[in-house]
């Protein structure tokens, strides 16, 4: 159970482009979902939370009119990277968590996307 | 800023036990400790979580002491395919949100 799948995973695109990364929680329900960035060898960097039917969280340093994040639905989250720069490249992942069943309920992640702009 | 600190690397040899503790002096009375495996290219994978004492499941046991300050995550008989990074979890309140932040991890290498 708990699985958390993320679409896709490899993005190659050209600079200016705008890149939509789905996330689906297949099993259970999230009403709190995560995005999350990676560059090589470091650690995770949370950039923004969402809530179902509420606007995102952003941390930070993270721009919200770049990374414009939804989540309509209590299975679905996207991250849209807008007019996307080679400065942009990273590995993205979301995560997912069902926070009406208490704080001992973890958050699953899914497998990223490898995003790299040319 | 992370809740929880880590030694950066360790390196093990194949079979033999590995334990990796974490510190997380700050933690809430409400916090459960959660550890997650992260291999190259793949998001983090969920190992065990505890709130206290010890917690055992099929892959790992994890052992906290009465003052949950610090948590040990221990891996028995570790392979070569265990070598990946360890991240320690506790969560963070903010803006109504119970969230993860993570720290630098602990890259364990396993040696044949």
């Known amino acids: 159970g708990a699985v958390v799948s993320q679409h896709p995973s490899w993005v190659i695109c050209k600079s200016g482009t705008s890149v939509k990364i789905e996330c689906r929680s297949l099993?259970?329900?999230?009403?709190?979902m995560f995005w999350y960035r990676q560059f090589p060898k470091q650690s995770l960097m949370l950039m923004a939370t969402?809530?179902?039917?509420?606007?995102?969280?952003?941390e930070q340093g993270v721009e919200k009119d770049k990374f414009l994040i939804n989540h309509a639905s209590l299975t679905l989250s996207t991250l849209t990277v807008t007019s996307a720069h080679p400065e942009d490249s990273s590995f993205y992942i979301c995560?997912?968590?069902?926070?009406?069943?208490?704080?001992?309920?973890?958050?699953?992640f899914g497998d990223g996307t490898r995003l790299s702009i040319l | 800023l992370a809740k929880t600190t880590q030694p950066i690397s360790m390196d093990s040899y194949e079979g033999q036990e590995v334990n990796i503790t974490c510190s997380h002096n700050n933690i809430a009375t409400n916090d459960y400790i959660t550890w997650y495996q992260q291999f190259p290219s793949q998001g983090p994978r969920f190992i065990i979580q505890g709130y206290k004492t010890k917690v055992t499941n099929e892959v790992a046991s994890l052992f906290i002491p009465a003052d949950r300050k610090s948590s040990t995550l221990s891996l028995p008989r570790v392979s070569l395919s265990d070598t990946a990074v360890y991240y320690c979890?506790?969560?963070?309140?903010?803006?109504?949100?119970?969230?993860?932040?993570f720290g630098t991890g602990t890259r364990l290498k396993v040696l044949a």
């Open positions: 969402s809530n179902e039917g509420s606007k995102a969280t952003y």
């Open positions: 995560s997912a968590r069902d926070a009406s069943q208490g704080l001992n309920q973890p958050q699953h």
């Open positions: 979890l506790v969560g963070d309140w903010d803006s109504g949100t119970y969230k993860y932040i």
């Open positions: 099993d259970f329900q999230a009403t709190t």
